[in-house]
T-cell receptor, first 113, second 117 residues
């Protein structure tokens, strides 16, 4: 089955700096890679996603890159703000007759004012 | 955007009882619903995937007789924790997608915190 590794598990950055979180996956059949932000006790919120036919996607301060050959994808947050502090999860999604999703282990991001 | 509700948000029950959690898509038809379990400070663990009108597909290690999933309509899926024990205490979250053949955006419910005494 799919195995998703996420690094780092914790990340502290100064306000205004960039943050990068990386995930690797094992199953080449995975074709959809969303990123979620989860605040304490709340549901995960989709912040950006990328499909396997695209190498990069950007939405304001957030970007995601995908390297299918190396089977890794990364979340980039620029000009970080204190409200970006949360736990971020990546996921690898395999569609088809049977949909399957595997989540990464999460990264706790702390933005220091 | 699409809204998924979950009920109840919090439940406390005695050991040995059964608890039903409902997951509803309020403004779209959810062909696929996912059930997750999340322990404190941990990632979401996929328990099962359910497609409307068919049996749920359980992940390895998840007891199908203990965690009964029913996806009877395109807007409702239920998870029943049977004969609950303290180790079943956890945060249960459902999500739904509207596409059956291509991965689409997952919309998460707000979660249900189950405490088994």
């Amino acid at each position: 089955g799919e195995n998703v590794e996420q690094h780092p598990s914790t990340l502290s950055v100064q306000e205004g700096d960039s943050a990068v979180i990386k995930c690797t996956y094992s199953d080449s059949a995975s074709n959809y890679f969303p990123w979620y932000k989860q605040e304490l006790g709340k549901r995960p919120q989709l912040i950006i996603d990328i499909r396997s036919n695209v190498g990069e996607k950007k939405d304001q301060r957030i970007a995601v890159t995908l390297n299918k050959t190396a089977k890794h994808f990364s979340l980039h947050i620029t000009e970080t703000q204190p409200e970006d502090s949360a736990v971020y999860f990546c996921a690898a999604f395999e569609s088809g007759g049977y949909q399957k999703v595997t989540f990464g282990t999460g990264t706790k991001l702390q933005v220091i004012p | 955007g699409a809204v998924v509700s979950q009920h109840p948000s919090r439940v406390i029950c005695k050991s040995g009882t059964s608890v039903k959690i409902e997951c509803r898509s309020l403004d779209f038809q959810a062909t696929t619903m996912f059930w997750y379990r999340q322990f404190p400070k941990k990632s979401l663990m996929l328990m099962a995937t359910s497609n409307e009108g068919s049996k749920a597909t359980y992940e390895q290690g998840v007891e199908k007789d203990k965690f009964l999933i029913n996806h009877a309509s395109l807007t409702l899926s239920t998870l029943t924790v049977t004969s609950a024990h303290p180790e079943d205490s956890s945060f249960y979250i459902c999500s739904a997608t509207s596409s059956g053949s291509w991965a689409d955006t997952q919309y998460f419910g707000p979660g249900t915190r189950l405490t088994v005494l």
